[in-house]
């Protein structure tokens, strides 16, 4: 576990809100899942803040989101769904490429023929 990890879980009096990363690291996923969760209005980041900008969440917000089963087995379910969709898109990808690499192989074979 990295130190900075370490030491804002060990705080006694946590701030009253979180970064994205210290949010990630109270609920035990990853930082990039907390955009997953927000997109799916799983989290609600404190404020009105516009895409792609820096977001903070109330912290006694996530201390009850930590605790609860039923949110944690929503949160965690939809992590799974996306990655596994993510890989499967990936996987995809992977297998056109390789065919329209063969099939262009192939026809610049046959025109040197």
Known sequence: MNPERRDFLNLLSPP???NAAETAWKLGFD????T????????????NPPPGSMKFFFTADIEQKKNDLKWMTKATELIRLKIKDKNE?????????????????????????
């Open 89 to 113: 898109r990936a996987a995809i990808n992977r297998t056109l490429k390789g065919s329209v690499s063969s099939t262009n192989g192939n026809n610049s074979h046959d025109r040197h023929s």
């Open 16 to 18: 009253g809100r979180s």
């Open 36 to 47: 997953i969760l927000v997109s799916a209005g799983l989290l609600k980041p404190l404020g």
């Open 31 to 34: 930082t990039d899942h907390i």
